[in-house]
DNA sequence: TTGCATATTTGTAATGATTACATTTGTATT
DNA sequence: AATACAAATGTAATCATTACAAATATGCAA
């Protein structure tokens, strides 16, 4: 799952931004890594590769892409919003131990709450939070 | 759903926290606004009542609510962290016009996603937003 | 090609929520 | 009352995010 600069721009120029070097570069990042990163560790990381990148750079990427649908926010835990490229329907689970964030596929639409019967649902999102499974086996040695 | 002075007190005591008056005050206030608030909108509220009344009071408290189990802190959007005395299973809706947090109940264990056989989940969460049923009406209206 | 209009990026300062920490106040016990 | 301890307070520090103005890049007309 290693796309291409041009299909990266490809993927922009659809949602009607225009592919700049930064752009595609926190475009790749997020679509490559699918680490469900802060803007801080994006900034970290793309820094190394662009030194004059700024950090208000990456803020206003990333509220481009968030306004044009082409990434979403997760926010699983106060004082850390992080990204996520996968616009499809996904589950969240972090790992209290290592930190990771794990998708994990689900059928939300099975829970139809009548209580929100004449509500107008635009967005459902589900975290979960734990020990993984890696963490486990560590544990148990 | 009202409940006294002397019920939030025992409802302290049976957590092991001390009823002080300040404690009382803040318990009371979440059970029985059942808004979600944040700390912000605790301390505006209470410090009519207790003019001496400090917001790291406010933010102490609600830390030791949270590592009791008395309290849960709901995450549904980036830079607002809100508090919750109802510990039970449930959803919550955030309406993006009016801003109103309802809460729904909702079976989260049909979903048990494969995905995550072999961890450990602690917490289960559901966010939704939308448009509330008063906002819909009002706009037709 | 040059010059201009516009979009994008950058750096710095401001904001706002939360936390750290030292001081003060309250409570219980002797 | 004196002491010890817990809780509350006020202030300063931290940290993520946003506001804003200046610099840079891009696209196009002359
Ligand atoms: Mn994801
Ligand atoms: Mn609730
Ligand atoms: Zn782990
Ligand atoms: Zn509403």
Redesign the interface.
């Known amino acids: 799952m290693t796309p291409s600069v041009e299909e990266i721009s490809e993927h922009l120029l659809k949602h009607n931004i225009k592919p700049s070097y930064q752009r595609i570069k926190i475009l790749e990042y997020l679509v490559t890594k699918r680490n469900h990163p802060t803007a801080d560790e994006i900034h970290k990381e793309l820094v190394k590769e662009i030194p004059s990148l700024s950090k208000t750079t990456i803020y206003n990427t990333l509220k481009t892409f968030i306004e044009t649908n082409l990434a979403r926010?997760i926010?699983?835990?106060?004082?850390e919003?992080r990204y996520d490229a996968d616009i499809s329907d996904h589950?969240h689970?972090k790992c209290?131990e290592c930190g990771s964030i794990?998708?994990?596929?689900?059928?939300?639409d099975?829970?139809e709450?009548d209580?929100?019967?004449?509500?107008?649902?635009?967005?459902?999102?589900?975290?979960?939070?734990?020990?993984?499974?890696k963490c486990?086996s560590k544990e148990e040695g």
């Open positions: 926010v926010t699983i835990e106060e004082n919003t589950g689970f209290d794990y998708d994990f596929r689900v059928n939300i099975i829970l709450p209580e929100l019967e004449s509500f107008k649902i635009n967005e459902k999102n589900v975290y979960y939070s734990g020990i993984c499974k486990i």
